[in-house]
T-cell receptor
Framework: EAQVTQNPRYLITVTGKKLTVTCSQNMNHEYMSWYRQDPGLGLRQIYYSMNVEVTDKGDVPEGYKVSRKEKRNFPLILESPSPNQTSLYFC?????????????FGPGTRLTVL | QKEVEQDPGPLSVPEGAIVSLNCTYSNSAFQYFMWYRQYSRKGPELLMY????GNKEDGRFTAQVDKSSKYISLFIRDSQPSDSATYLC????????FGQGTRLTINP
């Protein structure tokens, strides 16, 4: 089944404790992206990657890191999480020329930073 | 000014009603326009997309783009309780910009 998977789905952590949210896709997509979704603010892009070893900042990159060592994986790293990073996070992937450059989203990771 | 503005609602209508969801955008260079649907506790899924101005119909759903006024619309005819979800408009190319999302509830 073609899909984007994220782990963990739910995470409660404390301020300053480094964490990684994994993202993997099995569709051989070149483009991958991380978003956060907050009430009233919609989906905002954190980082994106056009291909392996090619990453760039989105609209809200502060406090986050990413890497793209393999085409299928795009982990999101929070080196020192803070309460304002409490949010719902989505990973997405797409290939150029798809239906309106359709992005396929993972199921989401709900992160709470205390 | 946000690149894409969408009324967050919530919007609640009776079953069978015609629903109109709308967005405005600011960048006249945008060519692709999309509507994503997001059910509770799920990731968004592409519902419809259009390229440039015009209408596109898919069953009970019609997407409309007016580039002259930078206006994007989604119409749902004969709405069903299963249409209850958050609807997000989006535009851009590889990098998408999303509206805030409108939470829609269809009441049986």
């Amino acid at each position: 089944e073609a899909q984007v998977t994220q782990n963990p789905r739910y995470l409660i952590t404390v301020t300053g404790k480094k964490l990684t949210v994994t993202c993997s896709q099995n569709m051989n997509h070149e483009y991958m992206s991380w978003y956060r979704q907050d009430p009233g603010l919609g989906l905002r892009q954190i980082y994106y990657s056009m291909n392996v070893e090619v990453t760039d900042k989105g609209d809200v990159p502060e406090g986050y890191k990413v890497s793209r060592k393999e085409k299928r994986n795009f982990p999101l790293i929070l080196e020192s999480p803070s309460p304002n990073q409490t949010s719902l996070y989505f990973c997405a992937s797409s290939f150029p020329g798809g239906r309106g450059n359709e992005q396929f989203f993972g199921p989401g990771t709900r992160l709470t930073v205390l | 000014q946000k690149e894409v503005e969408q009324d967050p609602g919530p919007l609640s209508v009776p079953e069978g009603a015609i629903v109109s969801l709308n967005c405005t955008y600011s960048n006249s260079a945008f060519q692709y326009f999309m509507w994503y649907r997001q059910y509770s506790r799920k990731g968004p899924e592409l519902l419809m997309y259009t390229y440039s101005s015009g209408n596109k119909e898919d069953g009970r759903f019609t997407a409309q783009v007016d580039k002259s006024s930078k206006y994007i619309s989604l119409f749902i005819r004969d709405s069903q309780p299963s249409d209850s979800a958050t609807y997000l408009c989006a535009t851009g190319a590889q990098k998408l910009v999303f509206g805030q999302g409108t939470r829609l509830t269809i009441n049986p």
